[in-house]
């Protein structure tokens, strides 16, 4: 019995000290993307920026980064309690290598400008300044197979098409996206170039299935709950829910145009029989 214990707390104290080795390691990590944030804030703020020294620390921290995913992997595997930090310290990592780029790219632009040349070679014209438009916010997907078409779309045009970016970059703004099952479907592979293609494959795989989706929004034209008041609000939210998934189903190529009598035998149990025969 005595040896039992004493085993027991050997390996409840080697578990311990696993986990804090585990928590320093990316405790590491989290240091160099806070350092880094801070030198882009000096970088920012200056006058004339060394793009090479961004270009150098940028290196550097996307050879830490590599490791990332396997620490906080074995934690999780650890303490399911240790997850959302992932997300957390995703999106920081995502941030700051976001606003690195935005650096080397804006420097580029300055270095490089584009001039419009007219047919007389002796006069050049200098190209309006570029318009800083506002950030656009990446599209999030947590899993509801019905989100999926309009999720990627969005994604699609946004990161999986932009040839300026490197399939590890668009591997980290994917898993920044992603939460719930469709974090877990990719929360195995490591973060590297061939791993983008992958797990892009792995998403569609499971997500990806257009009879599953069309299910998904006739269940939810089928299944809106009976209205408690005929309020002017509560019945524009009813139309504005069918009209929604019936958008859905159009894009997926379903022809609703005979859907009518249906649609409105649907809608009339969904409201009281007084406003139904007004």
């Not at 420097?107 to 007389?120: A, G, I, K, L």
């Not at 591997?171 to 973060?191: E, H, P, V």
Request: charged residues 25%; negative net charge.
């Amino acid at each position: 019995m005595a040896k039992s214990l004493e085993q027991s707390s050997t390996q409840s104290i080697s578990h311990s000290i696993s986990l804090s080795t585990l928590r320093r390691k990316r405790g590491n990590i989290v240091g160099q993307i806070t350092a880094f944030s801070k030198f882009l804030d000096n970088a920012e703020q200056s006058e004339r920026c060394d793009i090479a020294l961004v270009r150098a620390h940028l290196a550097n921290l996307d050879k830490v980064w590599e490791h990332f995913d396997e620490i906080q992997l074995e934690l999780e595997i650890a303490d399911d309690n240790e997850q959302p930090r992932r997300f957390q310290i995703c999106d920081d990592y995502v941030a700051a290598v976001a606003r690195a780029n935005t650096i080397i790219e804006g420097e580029h632009r300055h270095t490089h400008p584009r001039r419009n040349v007219t047919d007389s070679p002796a006069l050049t014209v200098t190209a309006p300044m570029a318009i800083k438009l506002p950030e656009m916010r990446l599209p999030t997907f947590d899993g509801k197979i019905e989100d999926w078409a309009s999720y990627f779309e969005s994604f699609s045009s946004i990161i999986h098409q932009n040839a300026d970016l490197t399939p590890l970059q668009k591997l980290q703004y994917l898993r920044s996206t992603l939460t719930g099952k469709a974090a877990a479907c990719i929360g195995l592979l490591s973060m590297t170039d061939s791993n983008y293609a992958d797990a892009i494959e792995l998403l569609k795989e499971k997500f990806d299935c257009k009879r599953r989706i069309l299910l998904k929004h006739c269940d939810a034209i089928i299944g809106l709950p009976k209205l408690t008041q005929d309020s002017p609000k509560a019945l524009g939210d009813l139309v504005d829910t069918v009209r929604q998934n019936l958008r859905s189903l159009k894009n997926l190529e379903v022809d609703i145009s005979s859907w009518d009598c249906i649609l409105t035998s649907i809608i009339l149990t969904k409201i009281s029989a007084d406003t139904a025969w007004q």
